[in-house]
């Protein structure tokens, strides 16, 4: 379960963007197809909408509740969230994580999310078991069950998730907590959806029981079915379920007030301990999300981030280069929202000029129409967004409730985006001076605690007490649910009978300069997703260049001999489509996304883009000093260090040891020649695959390959074949890195593992299931579940054509992490030594089953399966024997992979946290810990030091 607010605002890596003057590219005349539903309302109020897609194998069941962190208590912020996650313990007939067995464990998944206006929970399972999903959601709405220990488990969990996100990320108080803080005065949308420690400790269970019976009710709720199913069938089962919950005759509490206009801008100033670089923020109230001027609003929104041509990235990170990040985001609510600008300065430059900037970017908006090019591409930026949403029957699920809770109306996503086609430049112009100007501004400068100046008073940001909140009321004659007895409990029905997935079929073709071109027919929605892929890639950078081939892909998009980067961002998006390129251990990307309609023009700036890279050292001095940045504020988050030092331990001098994206010294240190050499290591046509994948056929993708790479010639010898000797891999170790004052400890547990062709892949990635794929992993259990230590553990078999990595991780509260690393050995350890009972090897069979089916319905996913097959060194026809190989994998493989390869005496041990906290019972169990102070860290060297 994730908090809706924090997991969209905690990003702060800006959308990249561009603009200026350019030829105008017309806005698409097509239009995105209505999602297609049918609707009903039971009796007792509840709202059924049901969109049926028989080419998918799967369904989507999601139930909103209209009730979100707006409506809690008053002293109990974060209380909605905290209860988003006790519906997932036991009701009347289901026994606690049984939701996981109804989904995660045939295949499926089950989430939730709670924003300020809604709750909302959302499983995907194989359609088969559509009607054990509404027979449990029909239970838990009406018969939860709500315990002392289950309570006291999950209240720790959800304080474990507040470190995690809000703590121990940078910039995590500055999004989940500053923000809304500041952003009103009046509205209860001021309360942070996470809430605080002491006020999540302050909730009870009577307050549990309270809130459920007041807003968990039929006539407050939206159930939308999406996907495989019989409408007559699905209609009888709801009515089974459903119908007969009672309708409660009290009102439903709402809230009425209205945030005031802001009329006078208000600016604080905060400094914090865990800010890499310094921040700005500033937000803007706009209307609720049922406004008219809402897609005025959107195609705005995507004129100032939505990619490399969009204003904010031309002029404050690529131009003028003064922040490492910038972007913005609308915060849209049934009540008023915000529309959110900021950035994260580069390093050196000050916070006020950053400021500055962004009220110039947002001033040019009201003092000059924008241009007819600017116009067009936003609107071809949202459409291109609109049908990507409509690929899924989650997706398509997702849009009809959001529009239903936050709306009112289940046709506003489809009427906003049609809306967003007439959008003129003059409506930009007059929403950005109705709601845009200086004196509705609410401004948060974010600043190391370094800076803080000595005796001078800081105004802090702190809950406006005009904010008005309400007591909750419990309606009378609360019924306090319990357990059925064990021979009275009504158990799910049976699942149905499977419906096999369709898989793709790759049609493989090869031009005579070697290239490789993959095609995979989909033609439900107008997009084509084509992806170039080279091998080389990281491994092959020398020792001592560490981020060679990384940065030197991701130039690959900043300059032709033809193009400049601003031109080839705006030739791509102007069509509605993106183009990225990056690299990974064994090789480099270029991947596009685009309409159909526009295959052809859009891969003439792939095909330049791959073959005529220019390097040109202005802006590999720009995309250096981004990288390095970056790096810096990765280098202060927990987790993230904490992965970065165990791939150096792990695989010591080995080429897969090297930082990918390189370190800051690397980086500083990496030529033009450096780079240039790089790309010429990894793009070669012999060595490349052109995959296409979406509405596309086989014979107009080998035409288009033609056309565009068919004369593409390297001069020169081929790679070599064989590669030099590799240094053994190091001997396990012990590493502390002290990081003092951190809001969580990093905690990861790897080892070497094996290479993605090794006949003993099957067997370990089921291992790895069993042992932290998923919220019903070993791991999940023994931390999340049982001990409420995280917000969620896990483990990950990472391959490649070299010998990868096997890895467990979480991130926990520092006293608790030398606790945490114990658990992690006992169930490595274990896996070895006892064989893999049935049952729970077919659950985890089915997980990864599951993931691969939802995967390959969307036209990246299958890109990327196939991406990483060619990378790899897997046979394409790899995607129709992943499911049988699964399958056959028993307990036996298991056992035997897991001993020989999930031994954590071979394992490393990588602690990033508040050393005074855990270290002394660290160092009972493990006597030669080494301790690295986190600014110390080199991770240029094997030895970290």
Do not use: C
Not at 525 to 545: E, I, M, N, Q, W
Not at 707 to 736: D, M
């Amino acid at each position: 379960m994730r908090l809706f607010r924090a997991a969209l605002l905690l990003g702060v890596a800006a959308l990249p963007s561009l603009a200026g003057a350019q030829t105008a590219t017309p806005a698409r005349t097509e239009s995105v197809k209505p999602i297609e539903f049918t609707t009903r309302t039971l009796p007792n109020g509840l709202r059924v909408y049901a969109i049926r897609d028989t080419t998918t194998p799967n369904v989507s069941v999601q139930v909103w509740y209209d009730v979100g962190s707006k409506d809690d208590p008053k002293g109990r912020s974060g209380f909605a969230h905290m209860f988003e996650h006790l519906m997932f313990k036991a009701t009347r007939n289901l026994v606690p994580e049984q939701m996981d067995r109804l989904t995660e464990d045939v295949g499926g998944y089950n989430n939730a999310s709670t924003a300020d206006d809604y709750t909302n929970y959302f499983e995907v399972v194989p359609a088969n078991h559509l009607q054990r999903l509404l027979f449990a959601e029909a239970d838990r709405m009406a018969a939860l069950v709500v315990e002392p220990k289950s309570f006291a488990s999950e209240r720790d969990v959800v304080k474990e998730e507040l470190r995690q996100r809000t703590l121990a990320q940078p910039y995590g108080k500055l999004f989940s907590i500053y923000y809304p803080k500041l952003a009103y005065t009046t509205h209860p949308y001021a309360r942070p959806g996470i809430g605080s420690l002491e006020e999540l400790e302050s909730a009870g269970i009577d307050d549990v029981r309270a809130f459920h019976a007041t807003y968990y009710r039929p006539d407050n709720a939206v159930l939308v079915v999406s996907g495989n199913f019989d409408p007559a069938q699905l209609n009888a089962w709801v009515d089974q379920y459903f119908a007969n919950i009672k309708r409660p005759a009290a009102a439903i509490p709402r809230v009425t007030v209205q945030e005031p206009a802001r009329t006078e801008a208000v600016t604080r100033t905060v400094y914090e301990a865990n800010v890499p670089l310094p921040a700005v923020l500033i937000s803007y109230h706009i209307p609720p999300e049922r406004s008219a001027d809402t897609p005025a609003i959107m195609v705005l929104n995507a004129i100032l981030s939505a990619g490399e041509s969009s204003r904010l990235y031309e002029d404050l990170v690529y131009r003028d280069q003064l922040a490492q990040s910038a972007s913005t985001f609308l915060d849209t609510k049934q009540s008023t929202g915000n529309l959110v600008a900021y950035a994260m300065m580069a390093g050196g430059k000050p916070v006020a000029e950053g400021e500055a900037a962004l009220k110039k970017e947002i001033a040019r908006l009201r003092d000059a129409p924008v241009s007819a090019a600017e116009l067009a591409e936003a609107k071809n930026e949202l459409l291109t967004a609109a049908l990507k949403q409509r690929e899924t029957a989650e997706g398509k699920a997702n849009l009809i409730a959001n529009s239903v809770i936050v709306d009112g109306d289940p046709t506003a996503a489809d009427r906003q985006i049609a809306a967003v086609q007439n959008v003129t430049a003059a409506d930009i112009q007059r929403v950005a001076r109705e709601y845009l100007k200086d004196s509705q501004s609410a401004t948060i400068r974010y600043l190391p605690e370094s800076e803080r100046p000595a005796n001078v008073r800081v105004m802090p940001i702190e809950l406006a007490p005009t904010v008005q909140t309400a007591a909750l009321t419990p309606p009378a004659n609360i019924e306090v649910v319990t357990p059925a007895p064990e021979g009275q409990r009504i158990l799910p029905p049976a699942p149905g009978a499977p419906i096999a997935p369709t898989l793709p079929q790759p049609v493989v073709a090869t031009l005579p300069n070697g290239l490789r071109v993959v095609t995979v027919e989909r033609h439900e929605l107008p997009l084509v997703t084509a992806s170039l892929v080279a091998l080389g890639g990281a491994a092959t950078d020398p020792v001592g260049k560490a981020g060679a081939s990384s940065l030197s892909a991701e130039l690959m998009t900043k300059g032709t001999t033809t193009r400049s980067a601003t031109e080839i961002a705006r030739a791509v998006e102007s069509l509605g489509g993106s183009i990225s390129a990056g690299a990974s251990d064994d090789g480099a990307t270029i991947d596009l996304t685009v309409p159909s309609a526009q295959a052809d023009t859009a891969m003439t700036i792939l095909a330049d883009v791959a073959t005529h890279p220019a390097f040109q050292q202005a802006e590999i001095d720009r995309a250096r000093t981004q990288s390095i940045d970056g790096l810096n504020v990765a280098m202060k988050d927990p987790a993230q260090l904490s992965a970065m030092v165990a791939d150096r331990v792990v695989y010591g001098g080995r080429p897969y040891g090297q930082p990918l994206s390189g370190t800051p010294a690397s980086l500083k240190a990496l030529t033009r020649a450096d780079l240039t050499a790089a790309y010429a290591r990894s793009w070669k046509p012999g060595q490349a695959t052109l995959l296409f994948v979406g509405d596309v056929t086989p014979a107009q993708a080998k035409a288009l390959a033609e056309r565009y790479l068919g004369s593409w010639r390297v001069a020169g010898p081929a790679s070599a074949s064989v590669k030099p000797a590799e240094p053994a891999f190091p001997a396990p170790r012990v590493i502390v890195v002290d990081m003092p004052d951190a809001g969580q400890a990093g905690v990861v547990v790897a080892r070497s593992g094996i290479r993605r062709a090794d006949d003993r892949y099957y067997p370990l990635a089921v291992a790895n299931t069993v042992l932290g794929g998923g919220f019903s992993s070993r791991l999940n259990q023994e931390i999340r579940i049982k001990r409420g230590l995280a917000y969620g553990a896990g483990s990950s078999v990472s391959v490649g054509r070299d010998i990868g990595m096997i890895s467990a991780r979480t991130q926990t509260k520092n006293p608790s992490a030398a606790e945490v690393v114990g658990l992690i050995d006992q169930q490595m350890r274990l896996l070895g030594t006892a064989p893999v009972p049935q049952d729970e090897l077919a659950t985890r069979q089915a997980v990864l089953v599951g993931g691969f089916g939802r995967t390959i319905e969307t036209t990246d996913g299958i890109a990327d399966i196939l991406a990483n097959y060619t990378l790899q060194g897997v046979p394409l026809e790899e995607l129709s024997r992943y499911i049988p190989r699964v399958q056959a994998v028993d307990s036996a493989a298991v056992q035997s992979a897991s001993a020989a390869l999930l031994d954590p005496k071979a394992a490393s041990i990588i602690v990033v946290g508040d050393a005074k906290q855990f270290l002394p019972a660290l160092k009972a169990a493990h006597p030669d810990v080494e301790v690295i102070p986190a600014d110390a860290v080199n991770l240029d060297s094997p030895k970290l030091r």
